[in-house]
């Protein structure tokens, strides 16, 4: 199975910062990674497929890149609704893994 | 606008048989399940996603090997639904498990629609 990592596993940050979560695949896995974030006891919801496509509705200050094993998740300005964990997804192979997720909560 | 929604029983016993079934609803251009991959997937609290497994119309199925062959899945197309079972269940089982759509794009699958998912306790 391809493993997926991800850190920090946790970090604090304020409304307004830039934060950068990383995600990487045990082995490669070309473009196919998929962003989601959850927040408490909701659905997941997919934010970035195929590394870099925005999802439909999903607000521009989202943004992914990486291809290979490393992949990134920006959110250029932190909103309050933004606070939440973020999961990523290797939708490369079957199994398809999930990483732990990165926690995001306010300084 | 497609919708998912699980439905079946909350609490199994250890050792018996867990059943779920995937409701799809809205409009599609012809029938909406029989035109994707579709999915289980499951999460025990305060834990990390696992994916169950995919059926796609009329019954090819792929399911995790971590599973060891306790899962089947399948499509009621008269129905519009699908459905998991997963058998011999113990309390390693206890979850939510979510349905989901299956995507693709360019050779990535990616989970674009889920359900509001149900909570599946296994106690005796």
């Known amino acids: 199975d391809i493993q997926m990592t991800q850190s920090p596993s946790s970090l604090s940050a304020s409304v307004g910062d830039r934060v950068t979560l990383i995600c990487r695949a045990s082995q490669t896995i070309s473009r196919s990674l998929n962003w989601f974030q959850q927040k408490p006891g909701k659905v997941p919801e997919l934010l970035i497929y195929a590394a870099a496509k925005l999802q439909n509705g999903v607000p521009s200050r989202f943004s992914g890149s990486g291809s290979g094993t490393d992949f990134t998740l920006t959110i250029t300005s932190l909103q309050p609704e933004d606070f939440a964990t973020y999961f990523c997804?290797?939708?490369?192979?079957?199994?398809?893994?999930f990483g732990p997720g990165t926690k995001v909560d306010i300084k | 606008q497609v919708l998912l929604q699980e439905s079946g029983p909350g609490l199994v016993k250890p050792s018996e048989t867990l059943s779920l079934t995937c409701s799809v609803s809205?409009?599609?251009?012809?029938?909406?399940?029989?035109?994707?991959?579709w999915t289980w997937i499951r999460q025990p609290p305060g834990k990390e996603l696992e994916w169950i497994g995919y059926v796609y119309y009329p019954d090819s199925t792929t399911y995790n090997p971590s599973l060891k062959g306790r899962v089947t899945m399948s499509l009621d197309t008269s129905k519009d639904h699908f459905s998991l079972r997963l058998n011999s269940v113990t309390a390693a089982d206890t979850a939510m498990y979510y349905c989901?759509?299956?995507?693709?794009?360019?050779?990535?699958?990616?989970?674009?629609?889920w359900g509001r998912g149900t909570l599946v306790t296994v106690s005796s």
């Open positions: 997804q290797q939708g490369y192979t079957t199994p398809f893994t």
């Open positions: 809205g409009v599609c251009f012809g029938s909406c399940i029989s035109r994707y991959y």
């Open positions: 989901a759509r299956i995507s693709d794009h360019d050779e990535n699958w990616y989970f674009d629609l």
